[in-house]
């Protein structure tokens, strides 16, 4: 496994959707985990596999392919002391890069999960990959030699689709929820105004002004409407000043970072979860959160075209008006809350993930033992 950084312990939920997969995944297979740039460079023992640290910290430009080089190598090295059969990269650009390296090297196949901004180009927000040129390279060469592509959502597959990828690699292959982390409160928080959430970086692409303007209308029916925005970012405080204009400065509470672990009783606190990205590749918030019980209303990125109790759209009216319709339908409410904890156990739980992953590997390592002749030097 090939990802930018990594937890350094399994306490440090630095990603946390990656250790709760590699985890599981160690259960079955022998996993070794190489990470570019954090934490600090060295070797790193989680229960049942072991975790090799580049290093490589906030060093960028030229010396970004130091980095690359530098895993390639310890992928090899390890290769020869307990012999690889495929490596699996998360992300398509930097992971993407180094992984296709090494993968070439020790001639074993290549598998790269797209992450969020690898084939993504948003220009009012210069955002995503493909809009320069060295990630759209790097992109581009790990694709190319990927034998297999994993998608996050069918909004990704579709992008994979507009870039021309061959349909025969691309493989649509969720992040998976902890669903014993996540579960249902005992009891729903009392309805006498709606509580939403949305748990997500104060950055551009997440477009919390969207929210705002979804938050004054729904305020606007039910003053004292709530929302609960968890996360810290860049755009803080010209967010709170832009709550101020829209006179919504009473109905946010602001949670900044929530450890993982705490998570859950966020969502436990909230009726909806509001989705308001310019763009998603899954959106792994809104997949816990429906964990939890709550039903999700959203833009149309991502999963939540997919599993939104509603149609998915750009506007705030409609939105508004789909988070009223739900808090003011209880009956409708309760299904909805019960089919969202549902899809997510039947769809996108760890196990269900872990179980098409391993289909895949079986898949990619039969097709490489029928075309490749092996490397003596390397077995």
């Known amino acids: 496994m090939v990802v930018p950084g990594f937890s350094a312990h399994p306490g440090d939920w630095a990603i946390p959707a990656l250790q709760n997969l590699i ?10 985990l190489f990470s570019l740039r954090y934490p600090a460079k060295g070797t790193y023992r989680f229960g049942n596999f072991n975790h090799t ?6 060093q960028f430009g030229w010396r970004s392919a130091s980095i690359y080089s530098q895993t390639a190598r310890a992928i090899a090295q390890q290769h020869r002391r307990t012999p690889f059969d495929l490596v ?7 992971p993407g890069l180094a992984a296709a390296l090494a993968a070439q090297f020790i001639r074993r196949p290549l598998v790269v999960r797209l992450g969020g901004w690898d084939l993504t180009n948003v220009p009012q927000i210069k955002y995503g990959a493909q809009r320069i040129l060295s990630r759209r390279l790097m992109v581009a060469y790990a694709l190319h030699r990927a034998a297999a592509i994993q998608a996050n959502s069918a909004y990704q597959v579709k992008q994979c689709e507009e870039q021309n990828l061959p349909p025969a690699k691309v493989h649509y292959i969720p992040a998976g929820v902890d669903i014993e982390r996540f579960q249902p409160p005992a009891e729903k928080p009392s309805f006498d105004a709606p509580k939403l959430v949305q748990a997500a970086s104060l950055i551009p692409v997440k477009n919390q002004a969207l929210l705002f303007e979804i938050v004054a209308q729904v305020a606007r029916r039910y003053p004292a409407t709530e929302l609960h925005l968890a996360g810290v970012g860049t755009l803080e405080s010209e967010l709170r000043a832009l709550a101020d204009r829209c006179n919504i400065t009473q109905n946010i509470v602001w ?11 966020l969502y436990h606190n909230s009726h909806l979860y509001v989705q308001t990205s310019w763009h998603e590749s899954q959106g792994m918030a809104v997949l816990e959160a429906m964990a939890c019980g709550l039903p999700v209303v959203g833009t149309p990125v991502g999963v939540v075209p997919e599993v939104a109790c509603q149609p998915a759209a750009w506007s705030a009216d409609a939105l508004a008006a789909q988070i009223l ?14 089919q969202a904890r549902q899809t997510v156990m039947d769809r996108f739980s760890v196990p269900v993930v872990v179980g098409q992953l391993l289909r895949l590997y079986e898949e990619v390592v039969a097709n490489r033992s029928m075309l490749l002749p092996l490397r003596p030097d390397l077995e």
């Open 88 to 94: 699996h990269a998360f992300w398509a650009d930097e």
């Open 255 to 265: 949670h900044k970072k929530i450890a993982y672990p705490n998570i859950p009783q």
């Open 53 to 58: 640290a580049i290093g490589g910290g906030q």
């Open 325 to 338: 319709s739900a808090f003011e339908d209880a009956n409708c409410y309760n299904v909805w809350s019960q």
């Open 23 to 32: 985890v599981a995944l160690a259960g079955h297979h022998q996993v070794h």
